[in-house]
Protein backbone atom coordinates (compact mmCIF):
# COMPACT_ATOMS: atom_id res chain seq x y z
CA UNK A 1 0.00 0.00 0.00
CA UNK A 2 1.09 3.25 -1.44
CA UNK A 3 -0.18 5.52 1.44
CA UNK A 4 0.93 4.21 4.70
CA UNK A 5 -1.05 7.55 6.45
CA UNK A 6 -4.62 7.96 8.58
CA UNK A 7 -6.97 5.70 6.71
CA UNK A 8 -9.14 8.91 5.80
CA UNK A 9 -5.90 9.50 3.74
CA UNK A 10 -6.28 6.56 1.50
CA UNK A 11 -9.43 7.89 -1.03
CA UNK A 12 -6.99 10.23 -2.94
CA UNK A 13 -4.93 7.71 -4.07
CA UNK A 14 -7.53 4.69 -4.25
CA UNK A 15 -10.09 7.26 -6.37
CA UNK A 16 -6.89 7.75 -9.19
CA UNK A 17 -6.91 4.19 -9.29
CA UNK A 18 -10.80 3.73 -9.33
CA UNK A 19 -10.66 6.41 -12.18
CA UNK A 20 -7.84 4.40 -13.97
CA UNK A 21 -10.26 1.62 -13.49
CA UNK A 22 -13.11 2.85 -14.50
CA UNK A 23 -11.78 4.74 -17.81
CA UNK A 24 -9.54 1.40 -18.71
CA UNK A 25 -13.28 -0.14 -18.43
CA UNK A 26 -14.57 2.29 -20.78
CA UNK A 27 -12.07 1.95 -23.25
CA UNK A 28 -12.32 -1.60 -23.11
CA UNK A 29 -15.99 -1.22 -23.63
CA UNK A 30 -16.19 1.15 -26.75
CA UNK A 31 -13.47 -1.19 -28.20
CA UNK A 32 -15.22 -4.12 -27.33
CA UNK A 33 -18.56 -3.38 -28.34
CA UNK A 34 -18.52 -0.90 -30.67
CA UNK A 35 -15.24 -1.06 -32.44
CA UNK A 36 -13.62 -4.21 -31.82
CA UNK A 37 -15.23 -6.62 -34.00
CA UNK A 38 -14.24 -6.61 -37.62
CA UNK A 39 -17.27 -7.97 -39.03
CA UNK A 40 -19.09 -6.29 -42.28
CA UNK A 41 -21.69 -5.52 -40.15
CA UNK A 42 -19.86 -3.29 -37.62
CA UNK A 43 -18.04 -1.50 -40.12
CA UNK A 44 -21.10 -0.63 -41.73
CA UNK A 45 -22.53 0.92 -38.83
CA UNK A 46 -19.61 2.56 -37.12
CA UNK A 47 -16.59 4.56 -39.05
CA UNK A 48 -13.17 2.58 -38.65
CA UNK A 49 -11.16 4.39 -36.23
CA UNK A 50 -13.94 6.76 -34.74
CA UNK A 51 -12.94 7.72 -31.19
CA UNK A 52 -16.50 8.73 -30.20
CA UNK A 53 -17.62 7.55 -26.52
CA UNK A 54 -20.82 5.82 -27.08
CA UNK A 55 -23.99 7.94 -25.32
CA UNK A 56 -24.19 6.61 -21.30
CA UNK A 57 -28.15 5.87 -21.49
CA UNK A 58 -28.27 6.11 -18.15
CA UNK A 59 -26.94 9.58 -17.67
CA UNK A 60 -29.35 10.46 -20.78
CA UNK A 61 -32.68 9.37 -18.94
CA UNK A 62 -31.04 10.53 -15.34
CA UNK A 63 -31.28 7.07 -13.50
CA UNK A 64 -28.90 6.90 -10.53
CA UNK A 65 -25.74 3.89 -10.81
CA UNK A 66 -25.17 2.14 -7.98
CA UNK A 67 -22.08 0.66 -6.05
CA UNK A 68 -23.59 -2.55 -5.57
CA UNK A 69 -22.40 -4.12 -1.86
CA UNK A 70 -25.53 -6.06 -1.30
CA UNK A 71 -25.19 -8.82 -3.51
CA UNK A 72 -27.50 -10.41 -6.23
CA UNK A 73 -30.59 -8.58 -5.64
CA UNK A 74 -33.39 -8.57 -8.00
CA UNK A 75 -34.34 -4.90 -7.47
CA UNK A 76 -30.47 -3.69 -7.51
CA UNK A 77 -30.57 -5.41 -11.22
CA UNK A 78 -28.28 -8.22 -9.92
CA UNK A 79 -24.69 -9.01 -11.46
CA UNK A 80 -22.34 -7.02 -13.76
CA UNK A 81 -21.41 -9.26 -16.41
CA UNK A 82 -17.76 -9.50 -16.42
CA UNK A 83 -15.99 -8.46 -19.86
CA UNK A 84 -15.92 -11.94 -21.71
CA UNK A 85 -19.79 -12.11 -21.27
CA UNK A 86 -20.24 -8.58 -22.14
CA UNK A 87 -18.55 -8.94 -25.55
CA UNK A 88 -20.59 -12.21 -26.34
CA UNK A 89 -23.71 -10.27 -26.03
CA UNK A 90 -22.34 -7.69 -28.05
CA UNK A 91 -21.02 -10.25 -30.77
CA UNK A 92 -24.46 -11.89 -30.47
CA UNK A 93 -26.09 -8.95 -31.65
CA UNK A 94 -24.66 -8.70 -35.05
CA UNK A 95 -26.66 -11.73 -36.55
CA UNK A 96 -29.91 -13.09 -36.66
CA UNK A 97 -30.19 -16.69 -36.42
CA UNK A 98 -32.62 -19.17 -36.03
CA UNK A 99 -34.17 -19.46 -32.35
CA UNK A 100 -34.93 -23.06 -31.89
CA UNK A 101 -30.93 -24.09 -33.33
CA UNK A 102 -29.41 -21.23 -30.84
CA UNK A 103 -31.65 -22.87 -27.75
CA UNK A 104 -30.94 -26.53 -28.34
CA UNK A 105 -27.16 -26.17 -29.55
CA UNK A 106 -26.55 -23.99 -26.44
CA UNK A 107 -28.45 -26.13 -24.43
CA UNK A 108 -26.30 -29.17 -25.35
CA UNK A 109 -23.14 -27.20 -24.88
CA UNK A 110 -24.22 -26.30 -21.32
CA UNK A 111 -25.19 -29.59 -20.25
CA UNK A 112 -21.72 -31.18 -21.41
CA UNK A 113 -20.03 -28.68 -19.50
CA UNK A 114 -22.11 -29.20 -16.39
CA UNK A 115 -22.13 -32.85 -16.39
CA UNK A 116 -25.74 -33.01 -17.28
CA UNK A 117 -27.85 -34.95 -19.97
CA UNK A 118 -30.04 -31.62 -21.08
CA UNK A 119 -30.71 -28.13 -20.61
CA UNK A 120 -33.11 -25.18 -21.42
CA UNK A 121 -32.01 -22.09 -21.40
CA UNK A 122 -34.85 -19.35 -19.42
CA UNK A 123 -35.79 -16.34 -19.15
CA UNK A 124 -34.32 -16.74 -15.49
CA UNK A 125 -34.63 -19.41 -12.58
CA UNK A 126 -38.99 -18.10 -12.52
CA UNK A 127 -39.09 -18.88 -15.82
CA UNK A 128 -37.03 -22.34 -15.37
CA UNK A 129 -39.45 -23.64 -12.59
CA UNK A 130 -42.32 -22.76 -14.92
CA UNK A 131 -40.77 -24.76 -17.99
CA UNK A 132 -40.13 -27.44 -15.71
CA UNK A 133 -43.61 -27.56 -14.83
CA UNK A 134 -45.01 -27.71 -18.42
CA UNK A 135 -42.15 -30.13 -19.15
CA UNK A 136 -43.73 -32.51 -16.19
CA UNK A 137 -47.84 -32.16 -17.23
CA UNK A 138 -46.72 -33.04 -20.38
CA UNK A 139 -44.64 -36.08 -20.01
CA UNK A 140 -47.40 -37.00 -17.53
CA UNK A 141 -50.63 -36.19 -19.63
CA UNK A 142 -49.05 -36.60 -22.85
CA UNK A 143 -50.24 -33.27 -23.72
CA UNK A 144 -49.36 -30.33 -25.71
CA UNK A 145 -47.51 -26.76 -25.19
CA UNK A 146 -51.03 -25.76 -26.36
CA UNK A 147 -53.31 -27.63 -23.51
CA UNK A 148 -51.31 -25.43 -20.72
CA UNK A 149 -53.20 -24.29 -18.00
CA UNK A 150 -56.45 -24.19 -20.34
CA UNK A 151 -56.85 -27.98 -20.76
CA UNK A 152 -54.80 -29.38 -17.63
CA UNK A 153 -57.22 -30.72 -14.60
CA UNK A 154 -60.27 -31.23 -17.51
CA UNK A 155 -61.44 -35.08 -18.21
CA UNK A 156 -58.88 -34.90 -20.82
CA UNK A 157 -56.41 -34.18 -19.48
CA UNK A 158 -56.95 -34.60 -15.60
CA UNK A 159 -53.39 -34.91 -14.33
CA UNK A 160 -52.03 -31.62 -12.38
CA UNK A 161 -50.91 -32.25 -8.86
CA UNK A 162 -47.37 -30.91 -7.47
CA UNK A 163 -46.10 -32.36 -4.25
CA UNK A 164 -44.73 -30.01 -2.15
CA UNK A 165 -43.35 -30.20 2.28
CA UNK A 166 -45.90 -27.23 3.52
CA UNK A 167 -42.59 -25.76 4.82
CA UNK A 168 -42.05 -25.34 1.42
CA UNK A 169 -44.28 -22.61 -0.15
CA UNK A 170 -42.49 -19.63 -1.10
CA UNK A 171 -42.81 -16.74 -3.33
CA UNK A 172 -42.12 -18.28 -6.58
CA UNK A 173 -45.28 -20.98 -6.24
CA UNK A 174 -46.93 -18.46 -8.39
CA UNK A 175 -44.56 -19.90 -11.50
CA UNK A 176 -46.01 -23.00 -11.10
CA UNK A 177 -49.55 -22.14 -10.79
CA UNK A 178 -49.50 -20.72 -13.86
CA UNK A 179 -49.52 -24.33 -15.70
CA UNK A 180 -52.85 -24.46 -14.07
CA UNK A 181 -51.64 -27.13 -11.27
CA UNK A 182 -52.52 -28.13 -7.57
CA UNK A 183 -50.05 -28.40 -4.85
CA UNK A 184 -50.78 -30.80 -2.53
CA UNK A 185 -48.91 -30.48 0.96
CA UNK A 186 -47.24 -33.12 2.87
CA UNK A 187 -44.98 -32.56 6.30
CA UNK A 188 -44.14 -35.96 7.17
CA UNK A 189 -42.48 -39.03 5.09
CA UNK A 190 -45.37 -41.24 5.34
CA UNK A 191 -47.81 -38.03 3.80
CA UNK A 192 -45.56 -37.71 1.02
CA UNK A 193 -45.51 -41.39 -0.03
CA UNK A 194 -49.08 -41.50 0.32
CA UNK A 195 -49.77 -38.30 -1.85
CA UNK A 196 -47.83 -39.44 -4.88
CA UNK A 197 -50.80 -40.48 -6.86
CA UNK A 198 -51.97 -41.36 -10.04
CA UNK A 199 -52.41 -37.61 -10.85
CA UNK A 200 -48.90 -36.74 -9.52
CA UNK A 201 -47.06 -34.65 -12.43
CA UNK A 202 -43.98 -33.46 -10.21
CA UNK A 203 -42.67 -32.37 -6.43
CA UNK A 204 -41.27 -29.50 -5.93
CA UNK A 205 -38.11 -29.03 -3.46
CA UNK A 206 -36.63 -25.37 -1.98
CA UNK A 207 -32.93 -26.50 -2.12
CA UNK A 208 -32.09 -22.95 0.37
CA UNK A 209 -35.34 -23.40 2.80
CA UNK A 210 -34.16 -22.84 6.79
CA UNK A 211 -36.24 -26.02 7.27
CA UNK A 212 -35.08 -28.62 5.07
CA UNK A 213 -37.82 -31.14 6.53
CA UNK A 214 -37.87 -34.04 3.92
CA UNK A 215 -33.97 -35.12 3.46
CA UNK A 216 -33.46 -34.58 -0.47
CA UNK A 217 -32.36 -38.23 -1.10
CA UNK A 218 -35.58 -39.50 1.04
CA UNK A 219 -37.30 -36.56 -0.86
CA UNK A 220 -35.91 -38.23 -4.54
CA UNK A 221 -35.80 -42.09 -3.77
CA UNK A 222 -39.61 -41.91 -2.69
CA UNK A 223 -40.74 -40.39 -5.95
CA UNK A 224 -38.80 -42.18 -7.79
CA UNK A 225 -40.20 -45.52 -6.67
CA UNK A 226 -43.52 -44.27 -8.25
CA UNK A 227 -41.92 -42.51 -11.54
CA UNK A 228 -42.61 -39.07 -10.45
CA UNK A 229 -39.56 -36.55 -11.80
CA UNK A 230 -38.56 -34.09 -9.25
CA UNK A 231 -37.26 -30.30 -9.64
CA UNK A 232 -35.59 -28.50 -7.28
CA UNK A 233 -35.18 -24.62 -7.12
CA UNK A 234 -31.66 -24.23 -6.50
CA UNK A 235 -31.45 -20.56 -7.85
CA UNK A 236 -29.38 -18.31 -5.65
CA UNK A 237 -27.35 -21.93 -4.45
CA UNK A 238 -24.03 -21.21 -6.33
CA UNK A 239 -20.98 -20.67 -5.52
CA UNK A 240 -19.54 -23.43 -4.81
CA UNK A 241 -19.43 -23.98 -8.64
CA UNK A 242 -19.86 -27.80 -8.10
CA UNK A 243 -23.49 -27.45 -7.19
CA UNK A 244 -24.32 -27.03 -10.71
CA UNK A 245 -23.98 -30.35 -11.36
CA UNK A 246 -23.91 -31.65 -7.40
CA UNK A 247 -27.78 -31.75 -6.99
CA UNK A 248 -28.16 -33.24 -10.73
CA UNK A 249 -25.83 -36.02 -9.99
CA UNK A 250 -27.60 -36.42 -6.73
CA UNK A 251 -30.92 -37.56 -8.83
CA UNK A 252 -33.19 -34.66 -8.74
CA UNK A 253 -34.72 -35.05 -12.44
CA UNK A 254 -34.54 -30.99 -13.07
CA UNK A 255 -32.98 -28.57 -11.36
CA UNK A 256 -33.27 -24.60 -11.49
CA UNK A 257 -30.45 -21.80 -11.51
CA UNK A 258 -31.05 -17.99 -11.59
CA UNK A 259 -28.36 -17.20 -14.72
CA UNK A 260 -27.57 -13.61 -13.60
CA UNK A 261 -26.94 -14.11 -9.77
CA UNK A 262 -23.81 -15.61 -8.61
CA UNK A 263 -23.42 -17.03 -12.39
CA UNK A 264 -23.00 -13.53 -13.70
CA UNK A 265 -24.99 -14.25 -16.93
CA UNK A 266 -27.72 -11.59 -18.44
CA UNK A 267 -30.11 -10.38 -15.30
CA UNK A 268 -32.99 -11.99 -17.38
CA UNK A 269 -31.19 -15.89 -18.22
CA UNK A 270 -31.37 -18.62 -16.36
CA UNK A 271 -30.69 -22.58 -16.50
CA UNK A 272 -33.25 -25.68 -16.67
CA UNK A 273 -30.90 -28.85 -15.88
CA UNK A 274 -31.44 -32.37 -15.46
CA UNK A 275 -32.86 -34.73 -18.29
CA UNK A 276 -32.45 -34.67 -21.69
CA UNK A 277 -36.83 -35.72 -21.68
CA UNK A 278 -37.72 -32.60 -19.42
CA UNK A 279 -35.48 -30.33 -20.85
CA UNK A 280 -36.70 -30.60 -24.12
CA UNK A 281 -39.78 -30.99 -23.82
CA UNK A 282 -38.94 -27.49 -20.94
CA UNK A 283 -37.63 -25.95 -24.80
CA UNK A 284 -41.10 -27.55 -26.61
CA UNK A 285 -42.67 -24.08 -24.20
CA UNK A 286 -40.85 -21.54 -24.94
CA UNK A 287 -40.63 -19.05 -27.27
CA UNK A 288 -41.20 -19.15 -30.40
CA UNK A 289 -44.18 -21.29 -29.75
CA UNK A 290 -47.15 -19.31 -28.48
CA UNK A 291 -47.60 -21.18 -25.12
CA UNK A 292 -47.52 -20.45 -21.24
CA UNK A 293 -43.59 -19.70 -21.96
CA UNK A 294 -44.13 -17.49 -24.55
CA UNK A 295 -43.89 -14.57 -22.67
CA UNK A 296 -40.11 -15.47 -21.50
CA UNK A 297 -38.59 -15.54 -24.50
CA UNK A 298 -35.06 -15.58 -24.30
CA UNK A 299 -33.06 -13.55 -26.67
CA UNK A 300 -29.90 -14.32 -28.96
CA UNK A 301 -28.09 -11.87 -26.80
CA UNK A 302 -29.14 -13.59 -23.41
CA UNK A 303 -28.86 -17.15 -24.69
CA UNK A 304 -25.08 -16.73 -25.75
CA UNK A 305 -24.40 -14.67 -23.01
CA UNK A 306 -25.14 -17.35 -20.61
CA UNK A 307 -23.23 -19.51 -22.29
CA UNK A 308 -20.36 -17.32 -22.02
CA UNK A 309 -21.53 -16.71 -18.25
CA UNK A 310 -20.93 -20.57 -17.67
CA UNK A 311 -17.71 -20.66 -19.98
CA UNK A 312 -16.35 -17.89 -17.72
CA UNK A 313 -17.25 -19.15 -14.60
CA UNK A 314 -15.73 -22.79 -15.29
CA UNK A 315 -12.57 -20.79 -15.76
CA UNK A 316 -13.09 -19.26 -12.06
CA UNK A 317 -12.26 -21.04 -8.55
CA UNK A 318 -14.17 -21.19 -5.75
CA UNK A 319 -10.93 -20.47 -4.00
CA UNK A 320 -9.98 -17.28 -5.83
CA UNK A 321 -13.53 -15.67 -6.17
CA UNK A 322 -13.37 -16.04 -2.57
CA UNK A 323 -9.84 -14.86 -2.09
CA UNK A 324 -10.97 -11.67 -4.13
CA UNK A 325 -13.93 -10.89 -1.69
CA UNK A 326 -11.64 -11.30 1.17
CA UNK A 327 -9.32 -8.94 -0.38
CA UNK A 328 -12.00 -5.89 -1.51
CA UNK A 329 -13.29 -6.72 2.68
CA UNK A 330 -9.49 -6.07 4.15
CA UNK A 331 -9.74 -2.60 2.49
CA UNK A 332 -13.16 -1.85 3.68
CA UNK A 333 -11.58 -3.43 7.61
CA UNK A 334 -8.95 -0.98 7.39
CA UNK A 335 -10.54 1.68 7.03
CA UNK A 336 -13.04 1.21 9.96
CA UNK A 337 -11.52 -0.53 12.80
CA UNK A 338 -10.25 2.04 14.66
CA UNK A 339 -13.62 3.67 14.89
CA UNK A 340 -14.71 3.41 18.44
CA UNK A 341 -17.40 0.24 19.16
CA UNK A 342 -16.85 -1.18 15.61
CA UNK A 343 -15.98 -4.78 15.45
CA UNK A 344 -15.97 -6.43 12.40
CA UNK A 345 -16.44 -10.26 11.49
CA UNK A 346 -16.85 -12.53 8.10
CA UNK A 347 -20.20 -14.81 7.85
CA UNK A 348 -20.87 -17.08 5.29
CA UNK A 349 -24.22 -18.39 4.51
CA UNK A 350 -24.45 -22.22 4.03
CA UNK A 351 -26.84 -22.49 0.88
CA UNK A 352 -27.89 -19.66 -1.14
CA UNK A 353 -25.88 -16.51 -1.45
CA UNK A 354 -22.91 -18.84 -0.31
CA UNK A 355 -20.18 -16.08 -0.15
CA UNK A 356 -18.71 -13.73 2.36
CA UNK A 357 -20.78 -11.20 4.30
CA UNK A 358 -18.87 -8.76 6.00
CA UNK A 359 -20.71 -7.77 9.14
CA UNK A 360 -19.42 -3.98 10.87
CA UNK A 361 -20.97 -3.95 14.17
CA UNK A 362 -21.59 -1.03 16.19
CA UNK A 363 -22.74 0.83 19.00
CA UNK A 364 -25.97 2.88 17.35
CA UNK A 365 -25.72 5.39 20.70
CA UNK A 366 -21.93 5.77 20.43
CA UNK A 367 -22.40 6.36 16.29
CA UNK A 368 -25.27 8.61 17.02
CA UNK A 369 -27.48 6.58 14.27
CA UNK A 370 -29.26 3.27 13.37
CA UNK A 371 -27.82 0.64 10.87
CA UNK A 372 -30.51 1.73 9.11
CA UNK A 373 -30.32 5.26 9.21
CA UNK A 374 -26.72 4.68 7.80
CA UNK A 375 -28.09 2.29 5.18
CA UNK A 376 -30.05 5.50 3.49
CA UNK A 377 -27.34 8.44 3.91
CA UNK A 378 -24.87 5.77 2.26
CA UNK A 379 -27.77 5.19 -0.47
CA UNK A 380 -28.75 9.33 -0.72
CA UNK A 381 -24.97 9.79 -1.11
CA UNK A 382 -23.26 9.93 -4.54
CA UNK A 383 -22.53 7.90 -5.71
CA UNK A 384 -24.93 5.65 -4.48
CA UNK A 385 -24.17 2.38 -2.21
CA UNK A 386 -26.59 -0.33 -1.49
CA UNK A 387 -26.15 -2.50 1.68
CA UNK A 388 -26.90 -6.13 1.99
CA UNK A 389 -30.14 -6.00 3.24
CA UNK A 390 -29.44 -8.17 6.21
CA UNK A 391 -27.94 -4.09 7.37
CA UNK A 392 -29.85 -3.28 10.48
CA UNK A 393 -32.14 -6.87 10.27
CA UNK A 394 -34.05 -7.93 13.42
CA UNK A 395 -35.01 -11.21 12.52
CA UNK A 396 -32.44 -14.32 11.06
CA UNK A 397 -33.23 -15.19 7.77
CA UNK A 398 -31.10 -17.46 5.07
CA UNK A 399 -28.43 -18.39 7.19
CA UNK A 400 -27.53 -14.78 8.48
CA UNK A 401 -28.64 -14.09 12.32
CA UNK A 402 -30.06 -10.99 13.08
CA UNK A 403 -28.14 -7.95 12.80
CA UNK A 404 -29.77 -5.26 14.70
CA UNK A 405 -27.07 -3.08 14.66
CA UNK A 406 -25.06 -3.47 11.93
CA UNK A 407 -24.18 -2.77 8.16
CA UNK A 408 -23.82 -6.15 6.14
CA UNK A 409 -21.99 -5.94 3.12
CA UNK A 410 -20.68 -8.36 0.11
CA UNK A 411 -17.75 -7.29 -2.13
CA UNK A 412 -18.16 -9.45 -4.64
CA UNK A 413 -20.00 -7.32 -7.26
CA UNK A 414 -18.01 -4.50 -7.06
CA UNK A 415 -16.19 -3.29 -10.34
CA UNK A 416 -12.62 -2.80 -9.28
CA UNK A 417 -11.68 -0.67 -7.45
CA UNK A 418 -15.32 0.57 -5.85
CA UNK A 419 -13.77 -1.29 -2.24
CA UNK A 420 -11.83 2.02 -1.72
CA UNK A 421 -14.96 4.37 -2.41
CA UNK A 422 -17.23 1.91 0.18
CA UNK A 423 -14.78 1.42 2.24
CA UNK A 424 -14.43 5.35 2.56
CA UNK A 425 -17.91 6.04 2.78
CA UNK A 426 -18.65 3.65 5.24
CA UNK A 427 -16.07 5.27 7.47
CA UNK A 428 -17.66 8.77 6.99
CA UNK A 429 -21.07 7.59 8.34
CA UNK A 430 -19.94 6.28 10.96
CA UNK A 431 -18.05 9.15 11.81
CA UNK A 432 -20.26 11.27 11.23
CA UNK A 433 -23.73 10.00 10.82
CA UNK A 434 -25.17 13.36 9.53
CA UNK A 435 -22.58 13.09 6.70
CA UNK A 436 -24.84 13.29 3.20
CA UNK A 437 -21.94 13.95 0.48
CA UNK A 438 -20.10 13.36 -2.88
CA UNK A 439 -17.73 11.31 -3.04
CA UNK A 440 -16.22 11.64 -6.03
CA UNK A 441 -17.21 14.11 -7.45
CA UNK A 442 -19.56 13.75 -10.47
CA UNK A 443 -17.22 14.70 -13.03
CA UNK A 444 -18.86 17.08 -15.38
CA UNK A 445 -18.81 14.73 -18.14
CA UNK A 446 -20.46 11.84 -16.57
CA UNK A 447 -18.32 9.24 -17.95
CA UNK A 448 -18.03 7.42 -14.72
C1 LIG B 1 -33.73 -15.46 -7.31
C2 LIG B 1 -34.55 -16.65 -7.08
C3 LIG B 1 -35.49 -17.08 -8.04
C4 LIG B 1 -35.76 -16.29 -9.30
O1 LIG B 1 -34.64 -16.17 -10.11
P1 LIG B 1 -34.71 -15.26 -11.42
O2 LIG B 1 -33.48 -15.67 -12.19
O3 LIG B 1 -34.66 -13.84 -10.97
O4 LIG B 1 -35.97 -15.58 -12.13
C5 LIG B 1 -36.20 -18.23 -7.80
N1 LIG B 1 -36.00 -18.94 -6.67
C6 LIG B 1 -35.13 -18.56 -5.71
C7 LIG B 1 -34.97 -19.40 -4.48
C8 LIG B 1 -34.35 -17.40 -5.89
O5 LIG B 1 -33.47 -17.04 -4.96
Keep these: MKNSKSPDSLPSYSRRRFLRASQATLAALSTVSILGGTTDSLAATVPRGSTEVPPDYYDKLGVTKIINAAGTYTELTSAVMPPPVREAVAQAALHPVHLRELQQKAGQYIAQKLKTEGCCISCGAASAITLATAASIMAANNCDPLDIPGKIGTPQFPKNEVVVQ???????????????????????????????????????????????????????????????????????????????????????????????????????????????????????????VDSVGRGMKVAKEQIVGMVAAVDWLLTQTDEG????????????????????????????????????????????????????????????ATPCIELNPHTGSKRPSQGVPEQPSAIVITTFLLNPGEEY????????????????????????????
Excluded at 232 to 254: C, E, H, V
Excluded at 321 to 342: F, G, H
Excluded at 363 to 378: C, N, T
Aim: glycine share 6%.
Design 166 to 288: KIHHYEYDVAMQLCGIKFVDVVTLADYKQALGPNTVMTQYFNACDDVGISREDWIAAAHEKGVPCHLDAAADMPPISNLWKYTGMGFDMVSFSGGKDIRGPQNAGLLLGKKKYTDLAQRNICP
Design 321 to 380: MEKESRDRMAVIIKMVKDIPTVKTSILVPEVANHVPHLIINFDPDAVGASAHELQVRLRT
Design 421 to 448: IVARQIRKVLKNPKFVGTYPPPPASAAI
